[in-house]
Every structure is written in structure tokens, then in C-alpha cells.
């Protein structure tokens, strides 16, 4: 969507805020198919299934790597 810096940042936390509305990533996945749309890109709900798991196991690496930053630490 050509997001960058703080309007990435508001638009990350919009997100999260989303995944509160009710179980699972299906609230997500409509919100972000929903800006998708509005800003014309045309894009499957799979991928934008795919999307949120790749960036989920990246977020998962993150944490891990932090983890065990803190535990040499």
C-alpha cells in the first residue's frame, strides 16, 4: 500500500486494534482487503492470508532472537 513511517505505524496499530473485533484473523483480513480495495489494488484473500503468516513467523523470529539477546544479557 506504499505506507511509510508514522502513518505505517498508525496503520500497523489500526490493525492490531482490528484483530480485538472478534476470534481469529478474519476481521484482519477484511480490513486490510477493505483498504486494499479503496486504494484500488487488486489482491486474493490468500495472499493476503499468506502475507499475514509470513510476517507472523517474521514477528516470531523477532521475539525469539530478542529472547535470546536478554537471556545472554
Known amino acids: ?3 511509510t513511517g508514522a502513518a505505517a505505524d498508525a496503520y ?3 490493525v492490531v486494534v ?3 473485533d472478534e476470534p481469529g484473523d478474519a476481521d484482519v483480513v477484511r480490513k ?7 486504494k484500488g489494488i487488486e ?3 490468500h495472499r493476503v492470508r ?5 510476517f507472523a513467523a517474521e514477528a516470531r523470529a523477532q521475539i525469539a532472537a530478542e529472547a535470546k539477546r536478554d537471556e545472554a544479557s
Open 1 to 3: 500500500m506504499k505506507i
Open 43 to 45: 489482491m486474493t484473500e
Open 12 to 14: 500497523a496499530k489500526e
Open 32 to 38: 486490510v482487503m477493505k483498504h486494499l480495495a479503496a
Open 50 to 54: 499468506k502475507e499475514l503468516d509470513r
Open 18 to 20: 482490528a484483530d480485538f
